[in-house]
């Protein structure tokens, strides 16, 4: 792992864990609200992260790299069903659950904030795809320090989302989407390395 992808992963470690404490500490009970079933409705919050995770991969659909289709062939079934479950059930936590429209001052809005920042490094990263020669390198290149940062920064923004609305679905959800999606892009990383 290259320096610069150790600095970013461990700053947002570090933010993560300084939300986390900081929340411990000023909430009477913090795995309250945990096992509760989602507030049911259409979050609104959740119909913009997904406008900001579609609208990059709908364009990017009609400009893929040369030879992303011949990559596709080789994936690992198991990882792109994990990947497609995770799209899914993702879409669906982040549609229904009103708990991501809470905005409450507290600390645990600082999750919310740090899901926003990644997905607007997403934007950036997608922003610099297009405007490069478009290759497989590009696409699986790191931004920002953060390696593969097509696939991860939005997982981990996801991720984020899971902890701000305390959701165990959507949590969960993320963790398959991660495993799959960036697993995938791992393995093709590791084609164009050979």
């Not at 939300?19 to 989602?38: D, F, H, N, R, V």
Request: proline share 4%.
């Amino acid at each position: 792992m290259k320096k610069s992808n150790i600095i970013a992963v461990g700053a947002l470690t570090a933010a993560f864990a300084a939300i986390a404490a900081w929340s411990a500490m000023t909430s009477a009970e913090p795995l309250k609200g945990w096992l509760q079933l989602p507030k049911w409705g259409v979050s609104v919050t959740g119909i913009v992260f997904l406008l900001m995770l579609f609208i990059p991969n709908i364009i990017w659909s009609k400009n893929q790299p040369t030879g992303y289709e011949e990559s596709a062939k080789h994936e690992n079934k198991l990882l792109l069903g994990l990947e497609r479950t995770g799209e899914v059930l993702v879409s669906v936590f982040v549609l229904i659950d009103r708990r991501l429209d809470r905005f409450a001052v507290s600390p645990r809005l600082g999750y919310l904030i740090l899901a926003l920042i990644l997905m607007i490094m997403y934007e950036l990263y997608w922003i610099k795809y297009f405007r490069s020669s478009r290759t497989l390198g590009d696409m699986y290149s790191d931004y920002c320090g953060f390696p593969l940062a097509g696939a991860s920064l939005p997982v981990f923004a996801v991720f984020l989302l899971g902890v701000y609305a305390r959701s165990v679905f959507l949590t969960a959800a993320s963790l398959i989407l991660g495993i799959g999606h960036i697993g995938i892009h791992l393995m093709h990383k590791k084609e164009i390395e050979k």
